[in-house]
């Protein structure tokens, strides 16, 4: 009879990917577009079309925010396992910290499943020889299995058998380890498991690493795919290097091909079926809720009961069809923080796009009382769109923000009680002393850091940053202004404006963060240049002449 390998599938969403943490935290998993629940659908008509059970070890926060999508794999009889709660590796844990991760992961996929949660696999990166006080906390937790070692390269040079399952006692427990496939001698190992390096090996490689496997070695080959591997149209991060984009993106469209040859090659069933457990082990979930992790809160101004200040919010979009749906789900997000003291409205207004911003932005946020959308015949730049907006918003006090979130929206709340009658302006300020900058790229640092030093030696508002999109104003100080330039440049000349005329602008420190979706649209040389001239005859205007 055919041997039986082991097929297990992790059910986690693009954005939660290790390649992405550096950028993407926790706090913003609700502002993505959420395809696990799709790709998990594809996942399982794979499998049910090549006749085939798999371990599923799902995010424990994927099963506490989507519990249908652990009720549709229990229903087409998988096993369900742990991939911790949140993505968080090992070594960024303490060893009551990963304890309690585990526990919430199961408890939340138990409650979303009704069935018992025999195994476990850590969220990111692999356990190592070093590790194995983790297999003793898992023990100590019930777990019948563990997958979450993967030899590679010479860390299980002198243990060999650490390749294989084995067995992990620990103080009168024992766990079951069950490695992910690897090659090579013992003293020199590489992975073979699946997921990416089956995406970047040539097709005939792997089939010939796993025909070996199958031909020699003494366990089951345990092979491992992603969810959102499934899927060729994943929306893109941009703000990653080239390595972590050619990880994540390349070749997903021949991985439903490559697995769906393998299933018909071999035969694959779950750990837990291998192992002799009951997939469908029925489980009164523990009525013990855990803590959510927590959150900083926003920050609410103070006002007086009942009393809500109308108050718009600009919101420029130029070419922004991919950052559309991440601006929806942040706004519907932050929003509601500002409720309390304010009336809010809000204008989209898409500066001539030529991609398919206008129809998404209608489709997301046409019909709405509190929405005006607004469409211009040409391109102004972002400076001449957000003043478009200004004049078309129907309230004293406009904010504008950008529309792929570099600043997150909630930061306005701080900002608007700083512009008091005698404030035409509030500039975000992330080079503020208390402000900060998060992954954003050195060039785009550099430059801006160095215009607003040198606009500081011009102007008399002293400000740490100018240069932001970022900011609330009073509308009777700007609707009537006619700008110069439209773009980026515009946004400083609007402050310069303002600022030649008395008027009085404050910052208010902020967190600006690297844009995430789409592509900046700056235009570097042009913009320097562009400065140059600005500084040039606002420094002529400050010094008696005419205005720029």
């Not at 499998?47 to 994927?62: C, E, P, Q, S, Y």
């Not at 837990?272 to 803590?291: F, I, M, R, Y």
């Not at 398919?356 to 972002?382: C, H, I, Q, S």
Request: overall charge positive; glycine content about 6%.
């Amino acid at each position: 009879m055919q041997r039986r390998h082991l097929l297990t599938v992790v059910v986690e969403d693009y954005y939660q990917h290790a390649g992405f943490t550096r950028v993407v935290q926790p706090e913003r998993w609700q502002r993505f577009e959420a395809r696990v629940g799709q790709n998990t659908r594809r996942a399982l008509d794979l499998l049910r079309a090549h006749d085939v059970k798999a371990t599923f070890f799902v995010l424990g926060w994927i099963a506490e925010q989507m519990p249908e999508v652990v009720r549709a794999i229990v229903a087409e009889g998988h096993e369900v396992a742990s991939k911790g709660y949140l993505h968080r590796p090992l070594d960024r844990m303490s060893p009551a910290e990963f304890r309690a991760d585990a526990v919430r992961s199961r408890r939340a996929i138990e409650r979303a499943g009704g069935v018992r949660v025999h195994g476990y696999r850590v969220a990111q990166g692999t356990f190592t020889p070093s590790d194995t006080w983790a297999l003793d906390v898992l023990a100590e937790e019930g777990f019948a299995y563990d997958s979450s070692f993967y030899p590679r390269l010479t860390n299980i040079a002198g243990q060999p058998w650490r390749r294989y399952l084995h067995r992990h006692r620990a103080g009168g427990r024992e766990i079951v380890e069950v490695p992910l496939a690897s090659v090579g001698p013992p003293w020199f190992t590489l992975p073979a498991a699946g997921g990416n390096y089956f995406r970047q090996a040539p097709r005939a490689l792997t089939r010939r690493v796993v025909a070996a496997w199958d031909r020699h070695r003494p366990t089951p080959f345990t092979l491992y795919f992603h969810v959102w591997e499934l899927d060729p149209e994943l929306p893109r991060i941009e703000a990653v290097g080239a390595l972590t984009r050619l990880r994540q993106y390349r070749n997903l469209d021949r991985m439903p091909g490559l697995l769906g040859e393998l299933m018909s090659t071999y035969r694959f069933t779950s750990i837990a079926a291998h192992l002799g457990l009951d997939p469908a082990l029925p489980v009164t979930p523990d009525p013990l809720e855990v803590p959510p992790e927590p959150r900083q809160a926003p920050q609410i101004p103070e006002c007086a009961p009942g009393e809500r200040t109308p108050f718009s919010i600009v919101i420029p979009a130029f070419n922004e069809e991919k950052a559309l749906p991440y601006l929806k789900n942040t706004l519907a997000e932050v929003l509601p923080a500002f409720a309390r003291c304010y009336d809010v409205r809000l204008v989209f207004v898409d500066d001539a796009s030529t991609d398919g911003t206008w129809a998404l932005m209608n489709e997301l946020f046409g019909g709405r009382a509190d929405v005006k959308l607004v469409k211009l015949p040409e391109n102004r730049g972002v400076a001449g769109a957000i003043l478009a907006g200004i004049r078309e918003a129907q309230t004293e006090l406009v904010g504008s923000i950008d529309c792929d979130c570099t600043y997150d929206p909630r930061q306005l709340l701080p900002m608007l009680p700083l512009l008091t009658d005698r404030v035409a302006m509030v500039t975000a300020s992330p080079y503020h002393p208390e402000g900060r900058v998060l992954n954003v790229p050195t060039w785009r640092l550099t430059l801006s850091k160095g215009l607003s030093f040198l606009y500081r030696r011009v102007l008399r508002n002293r400000l740490a940053t100018y240069t932001a999109c970022f900011r609330v104003y009073r509308r009777s100080a700007v609707k009537d202004m006619v700008l110069k330039n439209g773009g980026y440049l515009g946004v400083v000349e609007l402050l310069a404006r303002l600022d030649l005329a008395g008027q009085t602008v404050v910052e208010c420190p902020a967190v600006l963060e690297v844009r995430l979706m789409g592509h900046s649209k700056m235009k570097l040389a042009r913009t320097i240049w562009g400065h140059a001239r600005l500084l040039a005859k606002v420094a002529v205007a400050e010094a008696g002449g005419p205005e720029p």
